[in-house]
Structure formats: C-alpha cells, structure tokens
Nanobody
Framework: VQLQASGGGLVQAGDSLTLSCAVSGRAFSNYAWAWFRQAPGKEREFVAAIGWSNTTYYIDSVKGRFTIYRDNAKKTVYLQMNSLKPEDTADYYC?????????????WGQGTQVTVSS
C-alpha cells in the first residue's frame, strides 16, 4: 500500500489549502479514510474521516473550516482547509481507518507539511 499526500505549503492565517492523498496498492472504495496531523513536539492526532458511504467526522477544532471528501475513481481522498489558523501548522498524513474508532489502519504514507503564519 502506498499513500502519497500532497498539497501542503506555507500560507497566511485565513488562507485556504487543499490536501490530496493518492492511494495505490489496495482497494479504496470499501474503506474509510482519514487525515491525521502532527504538530512539532506533539503527538499525531486525528483530524477528519470519511466513510465508504461518505459519512464524515471532524474534530471540534476544524468543524466548519475543513471538509474531507473522496473520489473513488481516482482513489484519492482530499482535505479542503479554509480559514487556516497558526495552530493548524503540522505535518498532515492520510491513512485508512475505521469510522467507529477513527484509529489508523495499516501503513502511513509520506506526509505533507502545512505551515500557517500569523
């Protein structure tokens, strides 16, 4: 399984970014997928998940600002991030997940760095 995240960058507070995670080597449409992030000096945390039926779940700090969506034909999961804040600065990773637990399943891919300046 290969997970390739992309789309990160350096932006200012209030800006938007869309992250992409391309999945190869495993079935995509039958799985739930999630985004996680790890800020400097902190543990990796769950951010958002989307189920096979497009049910979504977000942590409170990103509700109303972030949107997770998926394209099964492209085997890609996205994270649209609006109104970015400095506290969103982190390395972002995608992984398969279970909606019930929102814990990562299987391997991590290479993350993408998001830096939000104030």
């Amino acid at each position: 399984v290969q997970l390739q995240a992309s789309g990160g960058g350096l932006v200012q507070a209030g800006d938007s970014l869309t992250l992409s995670c391309a999945v190869s080597g495993r079935a995509f449409s039958n799985y739930a997928w999630a985004w996680f992030r790890q800020a400097p000096g902190k543990e990796r945390e769950f951010v958002a998940a989307i189920g096979w039926s497009n049910t979504t779940y977000y942590i409170d700090s990103v509700k109303g600002r972030f949107t997770i969506y998926r394209d099964n034909a492209k085997k890609t999961v996205y994270l649209q991030m609006n109104s970015l804040k400095p506290e969103d600065t982190a390395d972002y990773y995608c992984a398969a997940t279970y909606m019930a637990t929102r814990k990562p399943v299987g391997s991590w891919g290479q993350g993408t760095q998001v830096t939000v300046s104030s």
